[in-house]
Every structure is written in structure tokens, then in C-alpha cells.
């Protein structure tokens, strides 16, 4: 039988693992205070990144409908976890609810050059779809089409 990976201490979304219980489940407790048990499969899903695994007791879903962002990033075409991204990094509800710039759309960069998505990343020597994943994450379309800034 293989070690057990998951020890008390580790974190996944909101939860943190407090002990393990019989049957091969989890006792984890989550950030709102509440301990809520997972399947091993529930919380691995989640550790690889597949799309599923337990993030929350619930409170988590609960909180994005209460503050309606499902429905206005679907409405808006931007994914909830794009928002959520965007409001860790400090911006608010409403920075935070912007559409993604569309393809073919021409961008300024702060440096004042202009062109595709294409054309910025040539210049910057990355891919088109870095470039893409970044906007995606949640970053300014201006900041992921400039060069790093001077520090």
C-alpha cells in the first residue's frame, strides 16, 4: 500500500487537513471554521489541478452566488475563477468584473507600441498564447503585453 501523501498541515483551496479518518477519507477544516470530511479521490482531484476536487466546506459557492459574481462573469463571458484570481491580487468587485480584450483587437502596450496579440508577443519573444493565459488569469491586458517594469 502506498505512503500516505496528505498529511495534517496541507492545504488545498480553503481547507486544511486536520487528521485522517477511517475509510480513506480526509477530516479537513476550512477557512470559515467549519471541518467538513473528503474522500482522498475529492482532494487529490483538486492537488493536480483537474477541473473538480473539493475547494471549501461550501461556503465557497455560497459566497460567489451571494455576491451574484457567477452570473456577471457569465454574463460578461469571463470565468469565475479569473475574478476570484483578479480580486486576490487586490482588485475590487468591480475591477475585478471586466471583460477580457477580444481577439484581433488592437492594444496599446505602456510603452506606447501598438498591434495584435500576435504582434506583441513577437516583439517580446514569448508565444501568442502566453500572452493569452496571462489575460486569462486575470492580468491587466496592459500588463501582459509590456515589458517588465524597471524595479
Known amino acids: 500500500m502506498p505512503a500516505f ?4 498541515g496541507d492545504r488545498h483551496g480553503r481547507l486544511v487537513i486536520i487528521a485522517r479518518e477511517p475509510g480513506g477519507a480526509i477530516r479537513c477544516r476550512c477557512d470559515c471554521g467549519n471541518e467538513h470530511v473528503v474522500s482522498i479521490n475529492q482532494w487529490s ?29 457569465r454574463e460578461i463571458g469571463v470565468s469565475v475563477s479569473t475574478v476570484r484570481a483578479r480580486m486576490r491580487r487586490g482588485e475590487s468587485r468591480d475591477e475585478a468584473l471586466r471583460p477580457a480584450a477580444p481577439y484581433g483587437e488592437t492594444l496599446t502596450a ?42
Open 110 to 151: 505602456r510603452d506606447g507600441f501598438e498591434g495584435t496579440r500576435a504582434a506583441h508577443a513577437r516583439r517580446l519573444g514569448i508565444s501568442r498564447q502566453a500572452i493569452d493565459y496571462r489575460i486569462r488569469s486575470g492580468w491587466d491586458p496592459h500588463d501582459a503585453i509590456s515589458l517588465p517594469r524597471e524595479g
Open 5 to 8: 501523501r496528505h498529511l495534517p
Open 45 to 73: 482531484n483538486g492537488k493536480r489541478g483537474r477541473r473538480g476536487g473539493v475547494k471549501s466546506c461550501g461556503c465557497l459557492m455560497r459566497e460567489i452566488e451571494a455576491n451574484g459574481l457567477r452570473a456577471k462573469a
